[in-house]
């Protein structure tokens, strides 16, 4: 079930970071351009990685885990930009979804592997 669970959010990652690169390149803006390229290629990377960490789960651990806390990190982002005003409330969603998801992830690989938080954050899987 986990494993399945990585390889779809991990393939759910690929056309969002395609939608990505559309959006920078049908509406270029100097400000924006350069990082939804660079972000589209990391969603797109990342995707594909996971789907990769998901053939062995128990020696690629580290990177799933470490996905997770890219996930929160959208978390941190949104919950700190909706307040100042330079995100819509409508984004608090985006919360609930990465940071479930980001949850699974990281407590997922500790009790998929057995390895502690400290040694998944060193990329010990064992």
Do not use: N
């Not at 978390?75 to 985006?94: C, D, H, R, T």
């Amino acid at each position: 079930m986990l494993r399945k669970f990585v390889l779809i959010t991990g393939f759910l990652d690929i056309p969002i970071g395609l939608a990505t690169w559309a959006a920078a390149i049908l509406e270029p803006q100097d400000t924006h351009f350069g990082a939804l390229m660079t972000c589209g290629a990391f969603l797109i990377f990342a995707g594909a990685a996971l789907m990769w960490s998901t053939q062995d789960m128990k020696v690629r651990a580290p990177v799933i885990f470490w996905q997770g806390f890219v996930r929160l990190t959208a978390v941190a982002s949104i919950m700190y930009m909706v307040p100042k005003g330079i995100a819509e409330s409508w984004q608090y969603g985006i919360c609930a979804f990465d940071g479930g998801i980001a949850l699974v992830y990281i407590i997922g690989m500790m009790k998929h592997t057995g390895a502690s938080f400290f040694s998944l954050m060193l990329g010990k899987s064992s």
